[in-house]
Nanobody
């Protein structure tokens, strides 16, 4: 079992930055690839970014590429999502998730992730 807890959400103006954290407990998160998803009001949850088990590979949704950066700190069992140049359309609840294998072709599929956090709200004002 892996427990995931997100933090770092909040209210920010368009063009600003936030850094989300996802801290894992239970089994070490280093055995898992990690991903970030988000769900805006009235919309389905969507993939944002993912990082491989060793941190050597990353993958981003086109909508955040060049603005968001995913990283992980194995000493702290934490995955980060640095979000820059935020837009109002980035407003959503952000979730982190863990999956046992890094398979690029399925990296965006929610069903491939075994563990999920409760989410943290990010609101970007215009």
């Amino acid at each position: 079992q892996v427990q995931l807890v997100e933090s770092g959400g909040g209210l920010v103006q368009a063009g600003g930055s936030l850094r989300l954290s996802c801290t894992a407990s239970g089994r070490t998160s280093s055995g898992y690839a990690m991903g970030w998803f988000r769900q805006a009001p009235g919309k389905e949850r969507e993939f944002v970014a993912a990082i491989s088990r060793n941190g050597g590979s990353t993958y981003y949704a086109d909508s955040v590429k060049g603005r968001f950066t995913i990283s992980r700190d194995f000493t702290k069992n934490t995955v980060y999502l640095q979000m820059n140049s935020l837009k109002p359309e980035d407003t959503a609840v952000y979730y982190c998730a863990a999956r046992p294998r890094w398979v690029v072709i399925t990296i965006t599929r929610e069903s491939e992730y075994d563990y999920w956090g409760q989410g943290t709200q990010v609101t970007v004002s215009s």
